[in-house]
């Protein structure tokens, strides 16, 4: 193995141009025909590349376990377990399947693994696998290089078994490209999948290792494009594209010095019902704090002015017929409506004025669930609608899990169906507005709390008021929400964050771009 040509000098990065497995081994196919490079010399690549993760975030290990697979993802696990035998490391290889089944650049690479002594044993049934859980349990580092992004469905009989057994080991796991079991397209987890630690994807950045169930699986996600030339990826258009806060922010325009609140925009949140009226504060206390220059509220309760006491710069009203709400929507810029609303009689005439205005508007929550049962209510193309999964399953008549199994064929469908711009969120957030799905990697569990959607309705639509496009603002404000819970989540934890403590944070990252620069994958 010539190291002269593994220059340890590569990306983890994470690119903003994301693809699906099919176009990934169609870069991969282009690389090697097109353009000549080895494919060996990229499994080279691949493997050196892993095995300086080990060494970088497992610095003590010295009892490695490289579980293999026949294909090319096996063949990267071959390259690591002989640049681990060179390194001193007890280091073993368990491969699914008879060894002599291995062909192509994978046979050469185990071939060398073989001459430097690498033990290898395979795993050919239940009681050969039973065999070496033992040696499983007592490594430092176990390399998953058992599956591709071929998978299609679930992983069965041995390989599953596999599977589990790395599960059950205490030792740090590596995933070489993908966990295994987990769907490149879909980020979908149909049966047993790898629980990494760490996963470095190579060429492309795989659409699918950023959304639904990914996370549970890839641990900190690097990326590797093996040098390849920068040309190559003119061959195929990116099925997605990743947010990056600091981009979307680099193009929000600066507020002017003559400016004045009426020239801010003015946001009315539609909702507050009895016993709901903190959601339709929390959108109205976000809209003030990105800017917007009056901020108001509708809602059918009583009580929606003594609830927003804590923000007395917000102006409540308690809306009794159509016309006092028609008032209220003709002064306002933008529109959001759905926090707190309930299901009256009441919500279903707000959504329809609010809608039948033509104005940018907020759709969240239950005018989600209004929409979903009421055929004659109609959005358009300046709507931002923001399901999570199960009201997204309403309103493509699905079920949650079918929107989760493909939550990029969801949106698009929502997209198609509505004509408005749709952010369906959930773990790996998506945008689309019908061309394009962008992906939102910012965010995590600390966001697993009551009234964040509120306050993503609510800075969304104070963006708009100020004249964002309905696209950038669905963008910016969901990057913004996100890149907050997480700045906030580095320093007290995931546990107990409320949707409120966002808003001051939310303001600072607007203030302050750098302080939006975020680690490649939590």
């Not at 050919?124 to 390399?143: G, I, M």
């Amino acid at each position: 193995m010539d190291h002269s040509v593994l220059d340890s000098d590569y990306r983890t990065q994470l690119p903003i141009n994301l693809y699906s497995a099919e176009q990934t081994r169609a870069l991969d196919h282009y690389a090697t025909q097109a353009l000549g490079i080895a494919g060996l010399l990229l499994m080279e690549r691949a493997g050196l590349s892993c095995f300086k993760e080990i060494e970088a975030n497992w610095p003590e290990a010295k009892r490695i376990t490289i579980v293999c697979g026949h294909g090319n993802n096996g063949g990267d696990g071959y390259v690591i377990a002989a640049l681990a035998k060179l390194a001193g490391m007890d280091v073993t290889v368990l491969q699914l399947g008879a060894i002599e089944k291995t062909r192509g650049d994978a046979l050469l690479c185990q071939q060398r693994a073989n001459n430097l002594g690498v033990p290898m044993h395979e795993i050919l049934s239940a009681e050969a696998l039973t065999s070496q859980q033992s040696r499983l349990e007592s490594s430092d580092v176990v390399v998953d290089a058992l599956l591709g992004t071929g998978i299609n469905g679930a992983p069965r009989g041995l390989c599953a078994q596999v599977i589990q057994a790395i599960n059950l080991s205490p030792a740090g796991v590596l995933a070489v490209d993908t966990p295994s079991g987990l769907c490149m397209n879909t980020g979908w987890a149909e049966g047993e999948v790898v629980n990494a630690q760490l996963t470095v994807t190579f060429i492309a950045c795989k659409q699918g290792l950023l959304t639904g169930a990914a996370a549970n699986h890839t641990g900190t996600l690097l990326f590797d494009d093996l040098r390849v030339p920068q040309t190559l990826y003119l061959q195929e258009r990116p099925s997605s594209f990743r947010l990056e806060l600091t981009n979307l922010l680099s193009r929000l325009p600066a507020r002017l010095p003559a400016a004045h609140k009426g020239s801010c925009g003015h946001v009315l949140v539609i909702g507050g019902a009895k016993g709901m009226g903190g959601a339709a504060v929390m959108a109205a206390m976000a809209a003030t704090r990105v800017g917007a220059g009056l901020v108001s509220i509708a809602s059918p309760s009583e009580t929606i002015a003594l609830q927003a006491l804590n923000q007395p710069e917000l102006m409540c009203q308690k809306v009794k017929d159509q016309a006092e709400l028609d008032v209220l929507i003709q002064r306002a810029t933008a529109l959001v409506i759905g926090p707190g609303l309930g299901q009256s009689e009441w919500s279903l005439l707000a959504l329809k004025l609010a809608l039948d205005s033509g104005k940018p508007c907020v759709v969240d929550a239950d005018a989600l669930n209004l929409l979903s049962e009421t055929s004659a209510l109609k959005v358009h193309s300046l709507c931002v609608l923001t399901p999570h999964p199960k009201e997204a399953s309403r309103l493509v008549h699905s079920s949650t899990d079918a929107v989760q199994k493909d939550r990029f064929k969801a949106v698009k469908i929502m997209t198609k169906t509505l004509g408005a711009t749709v952010i369906l969120k959930g773990s790996g957030t998506l945008i689309s507005d019908g061309e394009n799905i962008s992906l939102l990697s910012a965010g995590g569990p600390a966001m697993a709390s009551g009234g964040m959607g509120d306050v993503l309705s609510g800075v969304i639509g104070g963006l708009m008021a100020q004249g964002c496009d309905t696209l950038y603002a669905a963008q910016l404000g969901a990057s913004l929400h996100a890149s907050a819970a997480d700045k906030l989540a580095e320093n007290k934890g995931v546990r107990g964050m409320l949707a409120t403590d966002l808003i001051p944070l939310i303001r600072q990252l607007l203030q302050n771009p750098s302080a939006a620069q975020a680690p490649s994958r939590k």
